[in-house]
């Protein structure tokens, strides 16, 4: 993660800025949580992966039945999604305090993509 000994945080927060890094994904692939809460709606929650702050995402489904397991959620680099994947586009929706975050923007810019894996219906 870009927290802790980050001088940029120490001298008033982690400045706003859209960056993506490989990273990123597998970051948040091993410390989200997943949680079903609906028939077609998962939450994940876990730490954003640049600035640390705890974050939610809805991922809303009518073909996927739901993650099996966040062990499956990344995988690798494959090219395209196998049948029952899904690519799940990921930014931080903190409201932490970021300098320079444009105004009527959340986070701190950072963003990534998550592959789930659903059981078959």
Known sequence: MDTGDNPEQAAGGLPYQEVT???????AASAFTAEQAGPDVTVLRGPCPRCGAVIEALVVADVFQGVRSFG???RGRRAAPQPGEHVEPM???CA???PTRPEGRVGCGAYWKLLLTT???
Do not use: G, K
């Not at 890094?21 to 970051?27: D, L, S």
């Open 119 to 121: 059981e078959p219906a």
């Open 72 to 74: 499956d959620i990344i």
């Open 21 to 27: 890094r490989p990273e990123y994904a597998t970051i």
């Open 91 to 93: 930014a931080c929706t």
């Open 96 to 98: 932490d305090e970021h």
